[in-house]
């Protein structure tokens, strides 16, 4: 009797959860990302960010996406192994590493979780902001939190310690592009005046021009669009990597993370991203963006062509139609 119980039991959850493993028909990811690639192939929007040599020089045409699910399955279209700058997209992870060692109420009192509504490199969103940094995507934040990073590691180990940390999130090591890497320190006098001004008012927490240079190397890391693809797999699959299955970042830090990317994740244009969207992300200058459906899969684009924000044009569309098609706005419930 128990055992026929439980089986009528297991039944209706199966119907009124409208799954049954017997019928369930297997979603055509490739075919998805396949689809939104043709879409957007000829999308012309935008221009790549020029105040950086380097990405100035760029090819605007290029174009790749990747999904990948928290099962770890890979699926790829287009330019997908060209390594391109990551970017601020690496301010994520850099925000992962340091939750990970000082836990998530240290990131709210000493970097922040608000947003600015103003562009990625403002100064004035300091001043309005009770001096301090808003949050750790923005560059005073993401500088606060490098600096929180290298006095805890301290400078002759730190680097070490952040290049694994993010080698292990896209399961390979990576490098940094010698060349960017110039290119953005020839041209960083800004950030190094946010980093010098977050210093007096007592928000960074370790020699800010040497704060800033270490951000200023992390941003050059030369990435592909399938690493970002698997590092933001890991936060899809609640911080674990899911190709080498490795903790990177405890489960309960997770929507922290994710709450941060879908507030201020692409800029002063979150809000209108969230709203047509509803899939927390970040974007870099470089041309990426990633996006993350929790407990389901992420999605990696880069195109190197820009809005006004600093967002991929042409990534941006392919990343909504594929989420339109796949019903992952996070706000759907489902």
């Given amino acids: 009797m128990k055992t026929t119980v439980a089986l009528l039991l297991v039944m209706v959850l199966g119907i009124t959860n409208g799954y ?17 690639f043709q879409l957007f192939k000829n999308e012309k929007g935008g221009k790549n960010a020029n105040y950086i040599p380097f990405l100035d020089k760029v090819d605007p045409d290029m174009y790749g996406i990747v999904l990948v699910t928290k099962e770890g399955q890979v699926y790829q279209v287009g330019e997908t192994r060209y390594e391109f700058g990551i970017e601020s997209i690496e301010k994520v ?5 340091a939750m990970e060692i000082f836990g998530d109420s240290v990131i709210l009192e000493k970097v922040g979780a608000a947003q ?15 001096q301090k940094p808003s949050n750790p995507l923005v560059n005073a934040g993401a500088m606060a939190t490098t600096s929180l990073l290298t006095s805890h590691f301290g400078h002759a180990e730190a680097w070490d310690k952040v290049n694994a ?40 927490y370790d020699d800010p021009l040497y704060a800033c240079d270490f951000y200023t190397k992390q941003c050059s890391y030369g990435v592909t669009t399938r690493d970002l693809g698997i590092m ?19 489960e309960a830090y997770i929507p922290r993370v994710l709450a941060i990317m879908g507030t201020t994740g692409l800029y002063e244009t979150t809000g209108d991203w969230m709203y047509k969207v509803g899939l927390p992300s970040k ?39 594929i989420s339109d098609k796949l019903a992952a706005n996070v706000y759907l419930g489902k």
Avoid: W
């Fill in 20 to 36: 049954s493993q017997k019928n369930a028909k297997p979603v055509d990811y490739n075919a998805i990302i396949n689809e939104a």
């Fill in 93 to 97: 992870f850099t925000l992962c590493m």
């Fill in 116 to 130: 600015t509504g103003l562009p990625f490199n403002s100064v004035p969103a300091i001043e309005q902001n009770g």
């Fill in 232 to 250: 933001a797999g890991t936060l899809a699959n609640g911080g674990v990597n899911p190709v080498t299955k490795e903790r990177l970042l405890k």
């Fill in 165 to 204: 940390y993010f080698g292990r999130f896209a399961g390979r090591p990576l490098t940094v592009l010698d060349e960017l890497y110039k290119s953005e320190a020839a041209t960083n006098e800004h950030n190094q005046a946010i980093a010098m001004l977050l210093k007096s008012y007592g928000y960074m």
């Fill in 283 to 321: 974007s870099g200058v470089g041309g990426g963006i990633i996006s993350v459906a929790p407990g389901r899969f992420a999605i990696a684009v880069f195109s190197p062509r820009l809005d006004k924000a600093g967002n991929s044009v042409r990534a941006q569309e392919a990343i909504r139609y």
